[in-house]
């Protein structure tokens, strides 16, 4: 294989997936995963939705930081998670717990989700709300009345990413490649 199909290979497909089947062993976290996406989400609802998040946001550290001031597993900012606690109170603790940090994250997808109820497939929706998680739910807002004008399905996630740069400038790729790592990462995990 030529150096420049490499490269080419590698911006198609930046996270070999192999490269996070390694987190099928990580199971310190899977029980708060999967408690409070049922709580959140129902028993249906696949849990390891927010463990591939998880590990797109932190690698499953409880002690990691942004430059921006969000920490935990989640990566939950401040102010995001005082809004949660205020929302959903039986949410305790502080949001460098893991237990709570999970929790509060997956809650705060189940208000982003909740945004988006308009019929579009599902895998959609789960686009729209890990868009809104990364984001901001208002700029993808201020996306879906954009791909509207253009005479665009502003109900489904393709039309969406082709205008966030429009809307978010170089953060649009950030978001669109967050949303492919999960998916990815959810692909791999067992």
Known sequence: MTQKVFIILLFIN??????FERYNRVVKY???????????????????YFKAQAIAESRLEAKAKSRVGAVGVMQIMP?????????????KGTREQPRWNI???????????????AER?????????????????GNILKA??????KGLNENLWEPIEQ??????????Q????????????????R
């Not at 999967?34 to 129902?42: D, I, T």
């Not at 102010?79 to 949410?91: D, G, S, V």
């Not at 599902?122 to 739910?137: L, T």
């Open 14 to 19: 930046p996270y070999p997936a192999q490269a």
């Open 30 to 48: 899977d029980q708060y995963f999967s408690k409070y996406s049922k709580r959140f989400f129902g028993p249906h609802f696949d849990w390891k």
């Open 79 to 91: 102010k995001t998670f005082e809004e949660i606690r205020r929302k959903k109170p039986t949410i």
């Open 103 to 117: 929790a509060a994250g997956i809650y705060y997808d189940r208000m982003n989700w909740n945004t988006w109820k």
């Open 121 to 137: 497939p599902f895998q959609d929706r789960i686009n729209f709300m890990f868009g809104s998680f990364n984001s901001g739910k």
């Open 144 to 149: 879906q009345k954009l791909a509207k004008k």
């Open 163 to 172: 205008v966030l740069p429009e809307v978010t400038g170089q953060h649009s």
């Open 174 to 189: 950030e978001t669109i490649g967050y949303i492919k790592k999960i998916n990815q990462i959810k692909g791999v995990l």
